[in-house]
């Protein structure tokens, strides 16, 4: 068939837009494997210097493809943990582990890990027509794709619970009023405002976002003094870093820094 994830590199931002647009996009096993593709690509590739996800048509993602699952077609119940070992957790580690930013503009209804893919990116811009739903409970799942994880750490358990368990949408002002997502956008505006976000991160000095989002990841383990130490030694990494020294040039010469990513 044709191209589940549309793929295009461009000063350094690397776009993949999921494009199931009649089945909302969601994820059969060639978006699954086209996907991971796309942030191996981001991971191993130097000219990528961040990411930009969205979606094709009218949704973001609406998670599992539910026509490959269809129990009156399968011999009996399915292993849903080897789906998920195979598939959604490599996406997950592989987005989360990333040292370079993912910008995620949801355009439309994000359902399922569908939702969960979503809030895995660093910065989160929904249009406000948008919908994020752990739909999960309406099929007797559990939120999967990071969502049992992310939504108690950021919401606290009462309003993870009420999402999870009543499977009620969430409009994009009340997730970003919520601190779930970082902006809700006018419609038309989103993918303007994603892209300029976007090619500003990727002009930016790439090495010390990669640090910075390993220092922010490492904080929900570590001590304050665990973290202190892990300031030191990341900063000690970037101070070494081609754009440190271009950074505070440029400071010092009052003109525009050009940060290479090194
Ligand atoms: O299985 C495993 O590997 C375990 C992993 C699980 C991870 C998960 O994500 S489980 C959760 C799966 N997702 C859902 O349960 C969401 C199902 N979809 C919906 O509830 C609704 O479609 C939405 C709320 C997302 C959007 O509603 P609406 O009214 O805007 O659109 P629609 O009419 O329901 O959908 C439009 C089309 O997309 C429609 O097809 P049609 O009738 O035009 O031919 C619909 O069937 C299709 N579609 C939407 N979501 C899915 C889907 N087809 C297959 N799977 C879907 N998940």
């Not at 582990?97 to 910008?103: H, M, N, Q, R, T």
């Not at 101070?239 to 040039?249: K, L, M, N, P, Q």
């Amino acid at each position: 068939g044709s191209e589940t994830v549309l793929t295009d590199l461009s000063e350094g931002v690397l776009r993949l837009t999921l494009n199931r647009p009649d089945k909302l996009n969601s994820f059969n096993e060639a978006l699954h494997l086209a996907l991971r593709a796309g942030f191996e690509r981001a991971r191993d590739d130097d000219a990528v210097r961040a990411v930009l996800l969205t979606g094709a048509g009218r949704g973001f993602c609406a998670g599992q493809d539910l026509g490959d699952r269809d129990p009156r077609k399968a011999s009996g119940p399915p292993d849903l943990g080897r789906t998920i070992e195979t598939f959604y957790n490599p996406l997950l580690r592989l987005m989360r582990s990333l040292e370079k930013p993912i910008v995620c503009a949801v355009n439309g209804v994000a359902a399922g890990a569908g939702a969960n893919v979503a809030l895995a990116c660093d910065i989160v811009l929904a249009a406000k027509s948008a919908r994020f739903i752990q739909a999960f409970a309406k099929i007797g799942l559990v939120p999967d794709s990071g969502g049992t994880w992310t939504l108690p750490r950021i919401l606290g358990e009462p309003r993870a619970k009420a999402l999870a368990l009543t499977a009620e949408p969430l409009d994009a002002e009340t997730a970003a009023a919520w601190g779930l997502i970082w902006k809700a956008v006018p419609d038309d505006a989103l993918m303007d405002e994603a892209g300029a976000l976007t090619a500003r991160l990727a002009a930016g000095p790439t090495k010390g976002f990669g640090l910075t989002k390993r220092a922010i990841h490492a904080a929900a383990a570590n001590t304050l003094d665990q973290q202190l130490d892990l300031e030191r030694d990341l900063q000690r990494d970037a101070g070494r870093s081609a754009d440190y020294a271009e950074g505070v040039a440029a400071f010092l010469d009052k003109r525009k820094p050009e940060f290479r990513g090194r």
